[in-house]
Nanobody
Framework: QMRLVESGGGLVLAGGSLRLSCAAS????????MGWFRQAPGKGRQFVAA????????RYADSVKGRFTISRDNAKNTVYLQMNSLKPEDTAVYYC????????????????WGKGTQVTVSS
């Protein structure tokens, strides 16, 4: 079993920045691809970004490309999501997820999920 705990969410003005962190425990973190997803009120879970086990490949949703950056530190068992130029439409609960080796943009491909952290962007 892998435990994932997100942190770093909060309230920010449009145009601002936040950095989310997801700390993993219980499994060999460096063997897992990681993803970030988000869910806004009344909407389904949406892919945001993903990174492979080694960090060599990343993928982004078109809506965040150029503004968000996913990275990982395998020595710290942590994956990050740097969010810049935030917009009100980025408001959602952000979740990190893990699956063996490769990453995916499909939520059903992930085996483990955190409980999420709220990000609210005000205009």
């Amino acid at each position: 079993q892998m435990r994932l705990v997100e942190s770093g969410g909060g309230l920010v003005l449009a145009g601002g920045s936040l950095r989310l962190s997801c700390a993993a425990s219980g499994r060999t973190f460096s063997s897992y691809g990681m993803g970030w997803f988000r869910q806004a009120p009344g909407k389904g879970r949406q892919f945001v970004a993903a990174i492979t086990w080694s960090g060599s490949n990343t993928r982004y949703a078109d809506s965040v490309k150029g503004r968000f950056t996913i990275s990982r530190d395998n020595a710290k068992n942590t994956v990050y999501l740097q969010m810049n130029s935030l917009k009100p439409e980025d408001t959602a609960v952000y979740y990190c997820a893990a699956r063996p080796r490769i990453s995916s943009w499909l939520s059903n491909d992930y085996d483990y999920w955190g409980k999420g952290t709220q990000v609210t962007v005000s205009s």
